[in-house]
């Protein structure tokens, strides 16, 4: 695996994009002092634990530098990453640090004022969507966990209900307010469960879940509808539903699913809002967003992640009719959100994505890394399912195909051995932990994607298996 060479110190990597006039006496040099021992010190003592640190249970890892599909380490060791979805365009890339050093040099301040970047973002954003969606819109926030809490919001200005239909294992956000409609969060360990206007569903899930058939996607959808009719006079606020459900283990909506619950909760009088927090931009290949694939319209887009690729950018967008229930004379501003440098970010990203046919990448390349997974699958039967979408997919592990007993400890020992022997960043997630999941940078390669095939099969070739005692941590997404 490549490494920097020579390996540059902590201090060379604080610098390279710093001049020596820039630097005086600031924070850089107090920064490139300080040891990887000492900076995992201060985290534990300033930061609470519940911030979790990614390979807590095996080692740390101190990143410096990244570089496309790659990052780099305190001593130069180059990481193939693909877990990284926020990055969306690759890491550092240079049209998007280009354009956020220019405006940053020029102006960054709040949207009272006019500017060119947030309007044409706006534009040229809407413009993605399905021509007669009414998707027109905007309004810019910081963070995918800001854009879902308004995102109820809207529906509460557009509705007299406030009960929310959404579906177990979701997530969307960090947020009171979303975390209250996130399953993934009120029902596991320090959550509260969940509201009494909150109406959760089954995971639509074609794999592990009751319904597994050709009619998977409509008999999901009958759980909407039932959890309509059982709201305080058959009325909800809205049906919040990922697009693509990243921590509850890949799960793609079966056929069906969305246009069939989208009509039970309109006849609610609900709204429809789409997470495509994790997922759009691109990445299911075939589709801008992945919504598209289900063949509906959501009310409500929520996005964020991706889109500034590192810069705080999300967005809701919506139709005039939901806007203009919003107007209510209480006025909504966002100090950060849609400022000129976030929004450079955002354009340069959309740009990119465009001139270098990141999204036909997505395509392409996730369908070579499915059909060497199928293969791979033949012949290690640990792989009982391989799932997902253009550059979003999960590799579940069993320990028998028949059952679907869930291989959680060797799941851990593959994520963690993945790094340490093989230098590949990867993830977990699912109910169980025993998805592997896949969200790279989209220039990810088919280069990239032989790298993690070929250690991939090494590891699934020599597992220790589960050991009494052993560390079984969940890496963060």
């Not at 340490?420 to 790279?440: A, C, N, Q, T, Y």
Request: hydrophobic share 40%; net charge negative.
């Amino acid at each position: 695996h490549p490494t920097a060479s020579p390996k540059p110190s902590v201090g060379e990597l604080m610098s390279e994009p710093v001049s020596k006039k820039a630097r005086c006496d600031g924070f850089e040099k107090e920064a490139e002092d300080l040891t990887k021992e000492e900076i995992l010190r201060l985290r534990r003592k300033h930061f609470c634990a519940a911030q979790s640190i990614s390979y807590a249970n095996t080692d740390p890892l101190l990143i410096m530098r990244g570089e496309g599909s790659r990052l780099f380490d305190e001593k130069g060791t180059s990481y193939l990453d693909t877990r990284n979805n926020v990055c969306h365009v690759g890491h550092a890339h240079p049209r998007v640090a280009a354009a956020v050093a220019k405006q940053a040099a020029d102006l960054n301040t709040n949207t009272r004022y006019l500017h060119p970047n947030l309007c044409l973002l706006a534009k040229r954003l809407t413009d993605t969507f399905p021509a007669g969606s009414g998707l027109e819109v905007c309004f810019f926030v910081n963070s995918g966990s800001e854009a879902n809490d308004l995102a109820v919001r809207l529906a509460f200005a557009r509705t007299a209900s406030r009960d929310i239909v959404v579906v177990d294992h979701g997530y969307h956000g960090h947020t009171q307010q979303v975390i209250e409609i996130s399953p993934y969060k009120f029902d596991h360990k320090g959550g509260e469960g969940p509201k009494s206007n909150i109406h959760k569903v089954p995971c639509p899930d074609a794999f592990r879940g009751p319904h597994r058939g050709d009619d998977a996607g409509e008999r999901y959808a009958e759980t909407v509808a039932a959890a309509c009719k059982s709201a305080p006079g058959g009325q909800v606020a809205a049906f919040f539903v990922e697009s693509g459900m990243s921590v509850g283990g890949v799960v793609l909506p079966p056929k069906g699913y969305m246009k069939a619950a989208y009509a039970a909760v309109h006849a609610a009088g609900g709204v429809c809002v789409a997470d495509e927090v994790q997922v759009g931009f691109g990445r299911f290949g075939d589709y801008f967003w992945a919504f598209e694939e289900q063949g509906v319209v959501p009310d409500i887009v929520t996005m964020g992640k991706p889109f500034g690729n590192g810069m705080p950018l999300a967005a809701v967008v919506t139709t005039q009719e939901i806007s203009k229930a919003f107007h209510n004379g209480l006025e909504y501003f966002n100090t950060f959100g849609g400022n000129p440098v976030c929004c450079a970010a955002g354009l340069a990203v959309l740009d990119i994505i465009r001139d270098e046919r990141l999204q036909e990448n997505a395509a392409d390349v996730g369908k070579y890394l499915r059909e060497r997974l199928a293969d791979l699958a033949s012949r290690r039967p640990l792989i009982g399912d391989v799932r997902g979408r253009g550059l979003f997919l999960g590799i579940e592990f069993v320990r028998d195909r028949e059952t679907l007993e869930p291989a959680t400890q060797e799941t851990s020992e593959v994520c963690a051995r993945m790094k340490d022997e093989h230098r590949i960043l990867m993830s977990i997630d699912g109910p169980h932990d025993s998805v592997l999941v896949m969200k790279p940078p989209m220039c990810f390669s088919r280069s990239d994607a032989d790298l993690v095939l070929d250690a991939l099969d090494k590891v699934l070739g020599s597992l220790r298996g589960p050991v009494a005692g052993a560390p079984v941590g969940h890496t963060p997404t």
